[in-house]
């Protein structure tokens, strides 16, 4: 069966065209840059974005995957979390689509969808793992039982951890998005140049880091323009060694405490080198594999929202028309 998946929760609009759960026939993804200007997102101009190119993006991926509407078994599209106004325009586009072509129908959880993404590429992957989940607007520690049965462990207190990325790469003057920008930096410095605070590291397997953020910031402070030009790696590298920590010594313990043998990272940081290596090596040496996505499936994508929605489908049936955009949906 062929699923066309859409996603449009923030700043990427994107379409996909999946097989039978597992095999990409299309991922057209348009990421909105004019959100650099603005140093983050603006929702309201996200909408007006996704609006103009939704449809020419619809048509790319039906074109690239080689079929047409009348190919397409089950449509799926995320209904939250995000950003309300964009969550609107990929859910209204895909329920309109449905219910005037008489396909099936239903609605994904985005952060399931990047739990998804992980099932999407690597078919060796145990249908128990554990699985870390780190973006720009979540931070979750999540045992998967199967695909629809989870327990969270753990997830941010405050701010996740992708937000603290943006963050201090805004403060440091380094561009949005914020991530790549401070990994890229970070390669050329000493993650032991400063040592920065570690949060909640004794408080089970939760995360925090508001605090983490306001102490970059006090740092910044006091630096003069010339000391922080020389020292610009080594602060990136410090920063990301302060978030990089916490995410892998929690979720390997969690990996050690329940037994757990595979172990995924998804989400925008999930494309951290930093995260990638030290992870794998602390997993590799208690005899744990880690699994990732491919970069270009770290990112808000339809390929895993297709996933997902197949996954779920095959569980439940179709969704109901009626479902409304959820911008503080929470992973069930």
Request: with cysteine; proline share 4%; aromatic share 8%.
């Amino acid at each position: 069966m062929l699923t066309l998946g859409i996603e449009t929760s923030c700043d990427e609009t994107s379409m996909a065209v999946i097989e039978d759960g597992h095999k990409i026939l299309s991922n057209i993804i348009l990421s909105q840059v004019i959100h650099t200007e603005f140093g983050g997102v603006v929702p309201e101009v996200a909408s007006r974005e996704h609006m103009k190119t939704i449809t020419p993006i619809y048509d790319q991926a039906l074109n690239k995957a080689g079929v047409t509407l009348a190919d397409i078994g089950l449509i799926a599209a995320t209904m939250g979390p995000g950003l309300v106004g964009p969550l609107l325009v990929g859910l209204s586009f895909a329920k309109g689509l449905a219910f005037a072509a008489g396909i099936p129908f239903i609605p994904v959880n985005h952060i399931e969808g990047h739990l998804a993404a992980n099932i999407l590429e690597h078919a060796e992957l145990d249908r128990h793992h554990l699985t870390l989940i780190v973006s720009g607007g979540h931070t979750l520690l999540v045992e998967v039982r199967e695909f629809g049965e989870y327990e969270i462990l753990g997830k941010t207190k405050d701010d996740a951890a992708g937000e603290a990325f943006d963050k201090v790469a805004k403060l440091m003057g380094l561009g949005y998005p914020g991530g790549a920008e401070v990994d890229r930096l970070a390669r050329d410095g000493n993650p032991k140049f400063f040592r920065f605070p570690r949060a909640v590291r004794k408080d089970g397997y939760n995360f925090s880091y508001s605090g983490l953020k306001t102490a970059v910031s006090l740092y910044l402070d006091k630096l003069d323009r010339e000391s922080f030009e020389a020292h610009k790696a080594d602060i990136a590298a410090s920063f990301q060694e302060a978030v990089v920590e916490v995410l892998v010594e929690k979720t390997v313990r969690a990996a050690v405490d329940k037994n757990i043998l595979h172990v995924t990272i998804s989400g925008g940081v999930a494309a951290n080198s930093r995260l990638r290596k030290l992870l794998a090596d602390k997993l590799k040496r208690r005899q744990k594999q880690l699994f990732f996505p491919s970069p270009v499936l770290c990112t808000d994508n339809a390929a895993m929202i297709a996933a997902a929605g197949y996954y779920r489908y095959e569980k439940e049936g179709p969704g109901e028309f009626i479902v409304e955009a959820t911008p503080y949906l929470k992973l069930v």
